[in-house]
């Protein structure tokens, strides 16, 4: 709801500081204008996109009003996963952990964190890389080489929709040149007109420049950093199995294994050691 927060008091100090310098609203009110610019900036975002990032805009939106995907006890149920997992690999061997990666849906571990088994992206991540543990994968530097290219790619993944609004974000200024050009031909057009209808037909043209502007630093441009702010922080819940499941192929125990995720994780969402401690001392392996 930040988002939403945001937006209104941008128009407000703009409407309202127009008005007290006196400005009349009408003067502004030029749906043509609005047509001109936004439809233009609609038609740039589709020419440049691709049907899957026009869908993934929707989703990134709603993750806009809703805030980063993963809180504090997200962040907890990843941390005791891994470390009934560590634990489960140290005492029984890597092999243990077939039973619960190759069919999550009814791992006996899993199962007591449904939050996470309904993430389907961090399901088969973190099964992904624990199945190369059990395949025999034993040397942590190969792994994070591949936890790196990874996650890069998935970086790059989730940043695709705020580049794209950041590029459209860029060019509407432009647009609203081409708004404010198209209303000043109008005026050549009618030089013939008494001074009044020319001064109303200068500020429609005039008000091309102001929304291009306002729209792409007051509404554009922040959402796309607000997309980018939240997505990476959602990155650092998968950059916390990384350091977990590094740790503990280093030959690190479960508890300092899982305190290397714990330590990746930014301080507004990541539980204390003692809350961890507490949340893994009533949880069972069965």
Same mark, same amino acid.
């Given at each position: 709801?930040?988002?939403?927060?945001?937006?209104?008091?941008?128009?407000?100090?703009?409407?309202?500081?127009?008005?007290?310098?006196?400005?009349?609203?009408r003067?502004?009110?030029?749906?043509?204008?609005?047509?001109?610019?936004?439809?233009?900036?609609?038609?740039?975002?589709?020419?440049?996109?691709?049907?899957?990032?026009?869908?993934?805009?929707?989703?990134?939106?709603?993750?806009?009003?809703?805030?980063?995907?993963?809180?504090?006890?997200?962040?907890?149920?990843?941390?005791? @996963?891994?470390?009934?997992?560590?634990?489960?690999?140290?005492?029984?061997?890597?092999?243990?952990?077939?039973?619960?990666?190759?069919?999550?849906?009814?791992?006996? @571990?899993?199962?007591?964190?449904?939050?996470?088994?309904?993430?389907?992206?961090?399901?088969?991540?973190?099964?992904?890389?624990?199945?190369?543990? +059990?395949?025999? +994968?034993?040397?942590?530097?190969?792994?994070?080489?591949?936890?790196?290219?990874?996650?890069?790619?998935?970086? $790059?993944?989730?940043?695709?929709?705020?580049?794209?609004?950041?590029?459209?974000?860029?060019?509407?200024?432009?647009?609203? @040149?081409?708004?404010a050009?198209l209303?000043?031909?109008q005026?050549?057009?009618?030089?013939?007109?008494?001074?009044?209808?020319?001064?109303?037909?200068?500020? $429609?043209?005039?008000?091309?420049?102001?929304?291009?502007?306002?729209?792409?630093?007051?509404?554009?441009?922040?959402?796309a950093?607000?997309?980018?702010?939240?997505?990476?922080?959602?990155m650092?819940?998968?950059?916390?199995?990384?350091?977990?499941?590094?740790?503990?192929?280093?030959?690190?125990?479960?508890?300092? $294994?899982?305190?290397? $995720?714990?330590? +990746?994780?930014?301080?507004?969402?990541?539980?204390?050691?003692?809350?961890?401690?507490?949340?893994?001392?009533?949880?069972?392996?069965?």
């Open positions: 709801m930040l988002w939403l927060t945001g937006a209104v008091i941008v128009i407000l100090s703009v409407l309202l500081g127009y008005v007290a310098e006196g400005g009349a609203l003067v502004i009110w030029q749906p043509f204008e609005f047509l001109i610019i936004i439809g233009a900036s609609i038609g740039a975002l589709i020419t440049s996109s691709t049907r899957y990032l026009l869908g993934e805009m929707a989703t990134s939106f709603k993750s806009l009003l809703s805030g980063p995907r993963y809180d504090k006890e997200a962040y907890t149920q990843l941390l005791s @996963i891994l470390y009934l997992m560590f634990k489960l690999s140290r005492t029984k061997g890597n092999i243990a952990l077939e039973a619960h990666i190759e069919n999550p849906d009814n791992s006996s @571990i899993l199962g007591q964190f449904p939050q996470f088994l309904a993430d389907a992206r961090a399901t088969t991540f973190l099964c992904d890389y624990l199945r190369m543990l +059990t395949m025999g +994968t034993e040397n942590p530097n190969e792994l994070e080489s591949l936890f790196d290219e990874e996650l890069a790619t998935l970086h $790059a993944q989730v940043m695709r929709v705020p580049s794209l609004l950041q590029n459209i974000s860029d060019g509407i200024p432009a647009l609203g @040149i081409v708004a050009v209303g000043v031909i005026t050549m057009a009618s030089i013939s007109q008494p001074p009044e209808v020319l001064g109303h037909l200068i500020a $429609a043209a005039l008000v091309g420049t102001f929304l291009g502007v306002l729209l792409a630093y007051g509404f554009v441009g922040p959402v950093s607000g997309m980018r702010a939240i997505n990476t922080t959602d650092k819940y998968f950059e916390s199995m990384k350091a977990g499941i590094l740790a503990h192929l280093h030959g690190q125990p479960p508890s300092i $294994a899982v305190e290397f $995720a714990r330590k +990746t994780i930014f301080s507004e969402v990541r539980p204390t050691f003692y809350e961890l401690e507490q949340t893994v001392s009533k949880l069972t392996i069965e």
